[in-house]
T-cell receptor, first 114, second 116 residues
């Protein structure tokens, strides 16, 4: 069974631009979570979607948004990029029911903002 | 709010030796799950081991075991017979058992080096 797929793997943007990252979960998984990973802050929760509905959102500005499609694929968007948005963005999927919480991660999208 | 603290940013261990990674957490909840995730260099993060708070018995997965001290809010990971493939960033993580979503709170990680 294919794992979690994130695209693009690497991208470079300049300040003020916007970016869209994509995540395809494991087949049958209905929950997709997004995390921002930086050396200083570690892994920080961005948001989580289940059946096209956002169930939770982390403490990030409104420039960070996401959505989930009917096939469970998810996208996140960051507008008006800042230097501090440079990070590895990780997507994780799960079945989404209340469970013991194992998440399956993709390899991440590494964003560099110049 | 729940927090997870890993006080060792980096550790090194000789191949075939045993190493213990520390983790403490803070929560007011009575039921939750604790995890150790492994992130190898440039590879995706995978679950190493999981502990359910209401279970007193420490979880074990092959060479990996935990020491779960609920009263002390401590959750350490022991790796026995360390192998070169164990080199990675290890994250301790917490999930509420009452949550209706998949939010997991991670510590900042411990980078483990294996010395040949």
């Amino acid at each position: 069974k294919a794992g979690v797929t994130q695209t693009p793997r690497y991208l470079i943007k300049t300040r003020g631009q916007q970016v869209t990252l994509s995540c395809s979960p494991i087949s049958g998984h209905r929950s997709v979570s997004w995390y921002q990973q930086t050396p200083g802050q570690g892994l920080q929760f961005l948001f989580e979607y289940f059946s096209e509905t956002q169930r939770n959102k982390g403490n990030f500005p409104g420039r960070f948004s996401g959505r989930q499609f009917s096939n469970s694929r998810s996208e996140m968007n960051v507008s008006t990029l800042e230097l501090g948005d440079s990070a590895l963005y990780l997507c994780a999927s799960s079945l989404g029911q209340v469970n013991t919480g194992e998440l399956f991660f993709g390899e991440g999208s590494r964003l560099t903002v110049l | 709010a729940q927090t997870v603290t890993q006080s060792q940013p980096e550790m090194s261990v000789q191949e075939a030796e045993t190493v213990t990674l520390s983790c403490t957490y803070d929560t007011s909840e009575s039921d939750y799950y604790l995890f150790w995730y492994k992130q190898p260099p440039s590879r995706q993060m995978i679950l190493v081991i999981r502990q359910e708070a209401y279970k007193q018995q420490n979880a074990t997965e092959n060479r990996f075991s935990v020491n779960f001290q609920k009263a002390a809010k401590s959750f350490s990971l022991k790796i026995s017979d360390s192998q070169l493939g164990d080199a990675a960033m290890y994250f301790c993580a917490y999930r509420s058992a009452f949550a209706r979503d998949d939010k997991i709170i991670f510590g900042k990680g411990t980078r483990l080096h294996i010395l040949p």
